[in-house]
T-cell receptor, first 115, second 113 residues
């Protein structure tokens, strides 16, 4: 079965540094998502992306965050100046449509540790 | 606004025991969908089942069964005769008019041999 792939699996960074988390969604999918899970807390929606623009974003997704699809296959999440509270598991997901009953296909996540 | 509560943080059972994972959801939408995902040690969330708000029939798939009760806004998941391979984190989610699934915090299931 096709997979969503995420790199790196672990990222350690210093507070204030920029990080880029990378994802390759399933090739025929059109809708892309980033979620995150702070340890012990719920999986939180960050942003959705369609047709090369953000379609929805949560309150968490402030000016420190940005997303991009630079080359038609990769989908990236950039955090400009990381904070300690950005430490979390970040999940990328994709699906072919945006209807509510359509399941999401998730990657294995990137564990981001901000020191 | 949507919300999912999975009150059980961690459940530990011995193999062959039955176990029920609880999920309580909140949504203002009249049409919505409920999901369960499994997160094995490899990390990715894997889709297990989807239910729509108009179908309260319980569903059984092998050792897995799901009980949807609209009156209590619950969508519970039961594993019968649990196995070590069932050890994972299980997430419940709801998706309605916003099209964005809202997840709970997950329940970690540990099945001991």
């Amino acid at each position: 079965e096709p997979e969503v792939t995420q790199t790196p699996s672990h990222q350690v960074t210093q507070m204030g540094q920029e990080v880029i988390l990378r994802c390759v969604p399933i090739s025929n999918h059109l809708y892309f998502y980033w979620y995150r899970q702070i340890l012990g807390q719920k999986v939180e929606f960050l942003v959705s992306f369609y047709n090369n623009e953000i379609s929805e974003k949560s309150e968490i997704f402030d000016d420190q965050f940005s997303v991009e699809r630079p080359d038609g296959s990769n989908f990236t999440l950039k955090i400009r100046s990381t904070k300690l509270e950005d430490s979390a598991m970040y999940f990328c997901a994709s699906r072919p449509t945006r209807v509510s009953n359509e399941k999401l296909f998730f990657g294995s996540g990137t564990q981001l540790s901000v020191l | 606004a949507q919300k999912v509560t999975q009150a059980q943080t961690e459940i530990s059972v011995v193999e062959k025991e039955d176990v029920t994972l609880d999920c309580v959801y909140e949504t203002r939408d009249t049409t919505y969908y409920l999901f369960w995902y499994k997160q094995p040690p490899s990390g990715e969330l894997v889709f297990l089942i989807r239910r729509n708000s108009f179908d309260e029939q319980n569903e059984i798939s092998g050792r897995y069964s799901w009980n949807f009760q609209k009156s209590t806004s619950s969508f519970n998941f039961t594993i019968t005769a649990s196995q070590v391979v069932d050890s994972a984190v299980y997430f419940c989610a709801v998706s309605g008019g916003s099209y964005i699934p809202t997840f709970g915090r997950g329940t970690s299931l540990i099945v001991h041999p």
